[in-house]
């Protein structure tokens, strides 16, 4: 079998890390911009998505012609259940801005940009820009994984939503939740050591995901659907809707959890 991590050059892995990180400090700069203009959190929302998304498809543009893009805004091109990335072997799957929620109540710190590249529907190259917290996690220079996860487990869950999964995980774990803002960011908080499980059912797309899981797997974490299977990108339908991060030594227990849940 083909190991598609060749298809992925050095210069890709920091192409995602430099652009990631190039988005976040726009980011930054147009909320307070705009803050101090006294726009409306609407406000905030709409216009940061719409600029970071149209900075990342031109610079990827640009710097990668040959290969496709697929973007919460929308395909390079073409709309988001468009034909015409599919039969990319690279495709670029980015969200200029998860966390929309967040980014529009300043100053939380729990908002992302993601910017990845699937080969052959495998995530291979991450980033994921933090940018009020002046963290980029990215595949260039992965992060080394603790030896252990916390004790009682870390669960993180959404601070306005908690899908039915994670609270079931958390109960049969006897773990201590930690809530937090976009995807990205809880993905982060697994990969730093702030919490230890991640899992999420109810609705996500391959943006909220693809960057998040890149960086994961390139640390050492376990990353899968609920139900096992591997995380596969750039489908003719970009819903993901679950997956779970976790650190490698509670997958037997996340799984138990899960399959009782499942079941």
């Not at 773990?175 to 976009?182: F, I, Q």
């Amino acid at each position: 079998m083909t190991d598609v991590s060749l298809a992925a050059s050095p210069e890709d892995h920091r192409l995602a890390s430099d652009l990631a990180r190039q988005a976040g400090e726009l980011l930054m700069a147009l909320r307070e911009e705009l803050v101090e203009a006294g726009a409306t959190a609407n406000e905030l929302k709409a216009e940061g998505d719409s600029r970071s998304n149209e900075f990342l498809m031109d610079r990827l543009t640009a710097a990668r012609p040959a290969d496709a893009i697929l973007s919460e805004e929308g395909d390079r091109d073409h709309g988001p259940l468009a034909t015409g990335r599919l039969d990319a072997e690279r495709v670029w799957i980015v969200d200029p801005l998860d966390g929309t929620r967040e980014y529009g109540e300043p100053p939380r710190m729990d908002w992302a940009v993601h910017v990845a590249l699937a080969v052959d529907g495998v995530p291979v190259v991450g980033a994921v820009a933090l940018p009020a917290q002046s963290l980029v996690l990215n595949t260039a220079y992965p992060l080394g994984l603790r030896d252990q996860p916390s004790t009682p487990p870390r669960v993180i869950m959404s601070r306005t939503r908690r899908p039915a999964s994670a609270t079931h995980l958390a109960q049969a774990l006897g773990a201590e939740v930690v809530e937090m803002g976009s995807a990205g960011a809880k993905v982060a908080a697994v990969i730093t050591g702030t919490a230890d499980v991640y899992a999420h059912n109810g609705g996500q797309y391959e943006w909220d995901s693809c960057a998040p899981v890149a960086v994961a797997l390139a640390t050492g974490l376990h990353a899968t659907r609920l139900d096992g299977q591997p995380l596969i990108y750039n489908n003719a339908d970009p819903l993901l809707p679950d997956l779970v991060v976790c650190h490698p030594a509670l997958v037997d227990q996340v799984r138990q959890a899960l399959d009782s849940f499942e079941a």
